[in-house]
């Protein structure tokens, strides 16, 4: 995965916007205002924060040394993750997909219907 490929795919989640509140080097995914992905644009190999599970979270950290707690984030709900190639996109793209429907998962329910 690349970083047009991890752009488009963000943004082809419902509701999502993106931008750089942080500084022109991390680029930021939010749906609805509330941030489900990180990236910064000044690294040689991809990586990105994406929210997860506290269990789950760990748990990925366990088992693929390309997961990390997540840098400058609550390392209980955040991971870092290294797309160096050591799992597929489809992969990378369900932990996205899953940090996006966490966030989701917390807004009012009428908010959510409209993401539909």
Same mark, same amino acid.
């Given at each position: 995965?690349?970083? #047009?490929?991890?752009?488009? *795919?963000?943004?082809? /989640?419902? $509701?999502?916007?993106?931008?750089?509140?942080?500084?022109?080097?991390? +680029?930021?995914?939010?749906?609805?205002?509330?941030?489900?992905?990180?990236?910064?644009?000044?690294?040689?190999?991809?990586?990105?924060?994406?929210?997860?599970?506290?269990?789950?979270?760990? #748990?990925?950290?366990?088992? *693929?040394?390309?997961? /990390?707690? $997540?840098?400058?984030?609550?390392?209980?709900?955040?991971?870092?993750? +290294?797309?160096?190639?050591?799992?597929?996109?489809?992969?990378?793209?369900?932990?996205?997909?899953?940090?996006?429907?966490?966030?989701?998962?917390?807004?009012?329910?009428?908010?959510?219907?409209?993401?539909?």
């Amino acid at each position: 995965m690349n970083i #047009e490929d991890l752009r488009d *795919f963000c943004l082809s /989640l419902s $509701g999502t916007t993106e931008g750089f509140p942080f500084g022109e080097q991390t +680029l930021v995914f939010k749906v609805k205002d509330k941030v489900f992905l990180l990236t910064p644009l000044d690294t040689e190999i991809l990586q990105f924060n994406a929210k997860c599970n506290p269990e789950t979270a760990q #748990e990925l950290r366990e088992q *693929f040394e390309c997961v /990390l707690p $997540g840098y400058h984030m609550n390392k209980k709900h955040w991971n870092t993750v +290294l797309a160096d190639g050591s799992v597929n996109d489809e992969m990378l793209k369900s932990w996205i997909r899953d940090s996006y429907d966490l966030v989701v998962a917390t807004l009012p329910a009428r908010v959510r219907a409209d993401l539909l």
